[in-house]
Every structure is written in C-alpha cells, then in structure tokens.
C-alpha cells in the first residue's frame, strides 16, 4: 500500500491537541475532595454491631405446639375402612356410630381396640364381623389415641366422657406385652364386662 493518500498519513503526526487535553484540575481535586470525604464519613462513622444487637432466636422459637386433631387423625387412618360418617360398611367393616366398643363406659376399652387391633369374630350392634383391624401402637403417640378416642366418642351421634393421653399411657403399659391383636368377643367381652 503505497498510495500517495497512505504516504501522506504516515508522515503527519497526530493534531496536538488530542493526545495532550489533560483532565481539568478542578475535575481531579474535586474527585480527590469526594474521596477524601468518603473515606472519613466510614471512618467517623462506622459502629461495630455487637451482636447482642442481632437476631438471636433458634429454630425452635418457631415451632408452634401442634396438637393432636383427632378428626384429622381419624380421616387419615380409620376413613377408608369405618368411612366418614362411622356408619362402616355393612357386612365387612363394623360402625363405630352407636357401637357399644366405642361408648363403652370405660374408654379404656375403645382405647386397647386402636392400640392392639381385633382380629377374630367381633360382635358390633348385633352383627358379627371377622375382619382384621389394624394396631396402631407403634403410629400413634399417647396424644394421639386419646384424640382419636375422644373423637369417636364425641362423634356419629356419639356422646360418652373423654379421655387423655396420661390415661392412654396408663392403658398402654398395662398390655406392653401384647404384641397380638386382640382376639374379637374372646378377648374383649371380659373389658367390656369391668
Ligand atoms: C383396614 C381397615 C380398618 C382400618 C384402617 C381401621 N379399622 Fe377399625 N376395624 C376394622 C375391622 C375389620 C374391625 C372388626 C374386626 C373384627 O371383625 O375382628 C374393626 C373394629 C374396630 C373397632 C371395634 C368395633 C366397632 O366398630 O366399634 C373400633 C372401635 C375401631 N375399629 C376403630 C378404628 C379406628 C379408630 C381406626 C383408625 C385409627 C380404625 N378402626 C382403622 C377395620 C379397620
């Protein structure tokens, strides 16, 4: 590329004045100023935050008493079988609407049914079923069988006294033993009886 126009552009040297405009000196003491005065208000002002001053609450200061809800209990594990008006289904799975087991005097006997399960002919309201009830020792706290007793009790048209969780750990340790389901009329009859 030697054309007479390139020659001419590498002997010129640059305008003057573009290589040489220096930034204003009002401009530079201006920012020096700004950061000078930055650098003393963090100075003049910083606090250390102790951290007393902080949030000082743990996970459990969140957590909230939960208790047992018995309806919720029940539509969760009895449902499917005993269905939501405690009527059960006829021939196969027995009411607890109305069933001498439930409004038993002593709820103690309702409470050993759920904790052991039933298993063998079982009378119900005059009808006599031989299905498998489930135990529900090992899924159920204390609180929770007693919500669940005091919901079946109070429930279906079902008006008997309440229970509590001190009263199912009572109940609770006078079987520890049994690891059966109880065996229908055989068994309970005599609970009913006391
Ligand atoms: C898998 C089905 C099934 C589930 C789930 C079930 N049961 Fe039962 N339940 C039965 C059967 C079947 C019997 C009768 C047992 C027999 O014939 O020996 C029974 C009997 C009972 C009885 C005594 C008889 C009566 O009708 O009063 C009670 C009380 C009872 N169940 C309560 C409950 C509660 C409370 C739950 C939930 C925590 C529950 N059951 C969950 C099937 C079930």
Same mark, same amino acid.
């Given at each position: 590329?030697?054309?007479? *126009?390139?020659?001419?552009? *590498?002997?010129?040297?640059?305008?003057?004045?573009?290589?040489?405009?220096?930034?204003?000196?009002?401009?530079?003491?201006?920012?020096?100023?700004?950061?000078?005065?930055?650098?003393? $208000?963090?100075?003049? +002002? $910083?606090?250390?935050?102790?951290?007393?001053?902080?949030?000082?609450?743990?996970?459990?200061?969140?957590?909230?008493?939960?208790?047992?809800?018995?309806? *919720?209990?029940?539509?969760?594990?009895?449902?499917?079988? +005993?269905?939501?008006?405690?009527?059960?289904?006829?021939? @196969?799975?027995?009411?607890?609407?109305?069933?001498?087991?439930? =409004?038993?005097?002593?709820?103690?006997?309702?409470?050993? =049914? =759920?904790? +052991?399960?039933?298993?063998?002919?079982? !009378?119900?309201?005059?009808?006599?079923?031989?299905?498998?009830?489930?135990?529900?020792?090992?899924?159920?706290?204390?609180?929770?069988?007693?919500? @669940?007793?005091?919901?079946?009790?109070?429930?279906?048209?079902?008006?008997?006294? *309440?229970?509590?969780?001190? +009263? @199912?750990?009572?109940?609770?340790?006078?079987?520890?033993?049994?690891? !059966?389901?109880?065996?229908?009329?055989?068994?309970?009859?005599?609970?009913?009886?006391?």
């Amino acid at each position: 590329m030697t054309t007479p *126009q390139f020659l001419q552009q *590498q002997r010129e040297h640059p305008e003057p004045e573009e290589s040489g405009r220096p930034v204003p000196r009002l401009v530079l003491i201006l920012i020096g100023g700004l950061l000078a005065w930055a650098m003393y $208000y963090l100075y003049a +002002h $910083y606090t250390p935050m102790p951290s007393l001053v902080g949030d000082n609450r743990v996970a459990e200061d969140f957590t909230v008493a939960v208790s047992a809800d018995g309806a *919720q209990l029940y539509t969760a594990n009895c449902v499917a079988c +005993h269905q939501a008006n405690g009527n059960g289904l006829p021939g @196969v799975f027995p009411p607890l609407a109305n069933s001498e087991w439930v =409004i038993a005097r002593d709820p103690g006997v309702v409470t050993q =049914i =759920i904790l +052991h399960g039933v298993e063998g002919p079982l !009378t119900v309201a005059g009808t006599t079923y031989s299905g498998i009830m489930p135990n529900f020792r090992d899924t159920f706290s204390d609180a929770e069988v007693a919500a @669940v007793v005091n919901y079946l009790r109070t429930h279906f048209g079902n008006a008997a006294t *309440q229970t509590d969780a001190a +009263h @199912v750990a009572q109940v609770r340790a006078a079987t520890e033993q049994r690891s !059966t389901p109880w065996n229908g009329d055989e068994d309970l009859q005599p609970l009913l009886a006391q």
